[in-house]
């Protein structure tokens, strides 16, 4: 399994997971953060609480791929990630239909929001 380091608040509540580049190194550098939290927030506003049509209206998203679960957005300015589970968008769930921009619904949620490092 992946190391991951889990950062919470003083109420315990999970704000961040951290993900080293090289696993079990205590050395490693940063290879991505995925926030859980929406007081972590880029310049454009964009959080964890953001809905689509948020995200889409102050964001270039780059491209769209699907999952049988899931869409994932791709903002290459950010180097960042969304998903958004299928069932948000009214898709049967283990469908392989893939997903466009235009068929996302503007109050989906996000299930996952992740910043890449490189």
């Known amino acids: 399994d992946d190391d991951e380091y889990m950062i919470y608040d003083q109420e315990g509540k999970l704000l961040l997971t ?5 696993q079990h190194d205590s050395t490693s550098t ?4 995925e926030i859980h939290d929406p007081r972590f927030s880029t310049e454009t ?9 948020e ?4 964001n ?6 699907s999952t049988l679960k899931s869409a994932t957005l791709f903002i290459d300015e950010l180097n960042a ?18 997903v466009s ?7 989906a949620k996000i299930k996952s929001f992740i910043i890449w490092f490189q």
């Open 18 to 22: 951290l993900i080293p580049k090289d």
């Open 30 to 33: 940063i290879k991505s953060i």
């Open 45 to 53: 506003g964009l959080n964890f609480n953001s809905k689509f049509v």
């Open 55 to 58: 995200i889409n209206a102050n």
């Open 60 to 65: 270039r998203i780059n491209r769209v791929e």
């Open 81 to 98: 990630t969304i998903v958004i589970d299928k069932e948000e968008l009214g898709l049967q769930e283990y469908s392989t239909q893939k």
């Open 101 to 107: 921009l235009d068929q996302i619904p503007d109050l």
